[in-house]
């Protein structure tokens, strides 16, 4: 079971991009990269998921190294609605055998501020 | 859109009840996921089930059972609630496929007194 490093805590200003790091030094062949958020009192939502490189979506990028042992995932221009929880797992999912992939960790809490 | 619910959103209990949690999902996935929350602690898994009547214990299963006759519905029992249980419960669902990714219910914040 990879484990996954975060920073407990990050702060930053809106308008800025804000770049968290998870290390993951024993990460397996097949295992994947995926982050999570969470806001208060609701259950965390997936934001990207990668394998290798760069992945973009709407709300984040995804940057993998070649050796694939850490990964960053980017927010570009946050605002005060960022602060949130931020997870990083690390596995090869779950198809019906094992739990690599499902362990949250304690994430990142960000917090923006004005 | 996919839609976790899970049943109770606050609940009191007291030391020695037994306790039924329940979430239910719309989206016909085949994995479901019970977790607990607690500061500073993280999310931590109890449970998980990756077919109906199927169960595997996650990180801390002591004290908890589980249940799971359709597919669509996934129970945590506390035999005996105790005060140590006082968490918030999260519960998740998923395909069963290659790093599929998890959609999460609002939450049952259970304070056992």
């Known amino acids: 079971l990879a484990k996954t490093t975060q920073p407990i805590s990050m702060d930053s200003y809106e308008g800025q991009e804000v770049n968290i790091t998870c290390s993951h030094n024993n990460i397996a062949t097949n295992d994947y990269i995926t982050w999570y958020q969470q806001f208060p009192s609701q259950g965390p939502r997936f934001i990207i998921q990668?394998?290798?490189t760069k992945v973009t979506n709407e709300v984040a990028s995804l940057f993998i190294p070649a050796d694939r042992k850490s990964s960053t995932l980017s927010l570009p221009r946050v605002s005060l609605s960022d602060t949130a929880v931020y997870y990083c797992?690390?596995?090869?999912?779950?198809?019906?055998?094992?739990?690599?992939?499902?362990?949250f960790g304690k994430g990142t809490h960000l917090i923006i501020q004005p | 859109d996919v839609k976790v619910t899970q049943s109770s959103r606050y609940l009191v209990k007291r030391t020695g009840e037994k306790v039924f949690l329940e979430c239910v999902q719309d989206?016909?996935?085949?994995?479901m996921f019970w977790y607990r929350q607690d500061p500073g602690l993280g999310l931590r898994l109890i449970y998980f089930?990756?077919?109906?009547?199927?169960?595997e214990k996650g990180d801390i299963p002591e004290g908890y059972s589980v249940s799971r006759e359709k597919k669509e519905r996934f129970s945590l029992i506390l035999e005996s609630a105790s005060t140590n249980q006082t968490s918030m419960y999260l519960c998740?669902?998923?395909?069963?496929?290659?790093?599929?990714?998890?959609?999460f219910g609002s939450g049952t914040q259970l304070s056992v007194l």
């Open positions: 089930s990756y077919d109906v009547k199927m169960k």
């Open positions: 797992l690390v596995g090869d999912s779950f198809s019906g055998g094992g739990a690599d992939g499902l362990t």
């Open positions: 990668g394998y290798k």
């Open positions: 989206m016909d996935h085949e994995n």
């Open positions: 998740a669902s998923g395909r069963q496929e290659h790093n599929e990714k998890l959609f």
